[in-house]
């Protein structure tokens, strides 16, 4: 993963991290911290790896309407 990675959450907070393990922890207490949503480090995984896919969004969401990755909605995509 490149160096200052930054990924924008749809509330418009912006998470930044040297490395993967940074960013996964700062998506992780944003999720917390923001939304009341406990993201495991999987899920923050799968937002890291979705925003590499698809680098126009940038967003710390994951295609699911306009709810975050969360354990209770992760299968309905």
Do not use: W
């Not at 990924?7 to 922890?25: I, N, P, S, Y």
């Not at 700062?26 to 925003?51: M, N, P, T, Y």
Request: hydrophobic fraction near 30%; charge should be negative.
């Amino acid at each position: 993963m490149p160096d200052d990675k930054a990924l924008r959450c749809d509330c418009g907070h912006q998470v930044t991290g040297d490395d993967e393990a940074e960013l996964v922890e700062k998506i992780r207490s944003h999720a917390q911290d923001g939304h009341g949503i406990a993201f495991s480090v999987e899920d923050a995984l799968v937002v890291v790896f979705r925003s590499q896919l698809d680098l126009s969004r940038g967003s710390l969401t994951v295609d699911t309407g306009s709810s975050p990755v969360s354990p209770d909605n992760e299968g309905e995509r």
